[in-house]
């Protein structure tokens, strides 16, 4: 327990003791907050699924030929997933995702007919920030 307040004492020492300049330029914080301002968003953001298709929780008479997504940002080309899942948990996509290449925040893989039921699609991407996004939805196809 001494090594703690040994560490809060001299944390408060060192406090006490620094002091920032007491002079600084008057425009410094004016550039802090433009530059806070300017800053591009995406930049700190991770990648979000935007739009899909088939949408999300959608009914579906007939079975879809692709699955596409498309996210608020483009996405690296290099570790990206998209599958489509029956309700029995196997696998039913062709395996063969795609990235857009003149957009490239759009991926998609196409499927074989699909029976009638439930499907979940995940995907998985690398976004412009470097952290990995995952996520999923589920769309339903019933008979005609």
């Known amino acids: 327990m001494l090594g703690h ?4 004492h001299s944390s408060v020492d060192f406090m006490t003791y620094y002091q920032l300049p007491k ?8 550039f802090v907050l433009v530059v806070g301002l300017v800053m591009p968003l995406p930049l700190f953001a991770h ?7 088939p949408e999300q929780n959608a009914t ?14 483009k996405v690296g080309s290099e570790y990206k997933a998209l599958a489509v899942i029956d ?4 696998r039913v996509d062709n395996k063969d995702i795609q ?17 009638p ?10 976004s412009i920030d470097t ?14």
């Open 99 to 115: 990235q857009e290449t003149f957009d490239q925040s759009h991926l998609f893989a196409t499927v074989p007919t699909l029976s």
């Open 117 to 126: 039921g439930i499907y979940t699609v995940r995907y998985r991407v690398v």
């Open 60 to 73: 579906l008479t007939e079975s879809p030929k692709q699955i596409d997504v498309w996210f608020n940002d």
């Open 5 to 8: 307040w040994q560490f809060i």
């Open 131 to 144: 952290h990995i996004v995952t996520g999923k939805y589920t769309f339903t196809i019933k008979a005609p």
């Open 87 to 90: 309700s029995k948990g196997k």
């Open 23 to 30: 002079k600084i330029h008057p425009l410094l914080p004016c």
């Open 47 to 53: 990648a979000i699924m935007v739009r899909s298709a």
